[in-house]
């Protein structure tokens, strides 16, 4: 999945595969194929990245928001990584939920 600047990501921690039934759930979600989705998760690369405050903002930041809450049901550790300016940082889900919300208000 590509890397943009500006942009928030979900990477799956401690998983290489996911059922099928998953899978199809974060398909829905993130718009990915199930083949791009395991790919992904066995490279240890985002499932998910959202540039934000660009044209499609509007549609990704929900994606965003929802690829989290599941990976939150479903009991999956991950991490979520700002890139702004160049630099790539981890951030708790508060922060991501927190700069989500700045957008929103």
């Known amino acids: 999945m590509t890397s943009f600047d500006n942009s928030l990501s979900v990477t799956l921690s401690g998983v290489s595969d996911l059922p099928a039934d998953a899978l199809k759930a974060l398909y829905r979600v993130t718009g990915r194929s199930t083949v791009e989705l395991r790919e992904a998760i066995r490279a240890g690369e985002p499932v998910y990245a959202a540039s934000?405050?660009?044209?499609d903002h509007i549609q990704v930041?929900?994606?965003?928001?929802?690829?989290v809450s599941l990976l939150e049901q479903w009991g999956l550790a991950f991490s979520i990584h700002e890139n702004a300016d160049g630099e790539r940082d981890e951030i708790p889900v508060e922060t991501m939920?927190?700069?989500l919300g700045a957008d929103a208000g």
């Open 61 to 67: 930041a929900p994606r965003l928001e929802r690829t």
């Open 52 to 55: 934000l405050f660009g044209r």
């Open 97 to 99: 939920r927190e700069i």
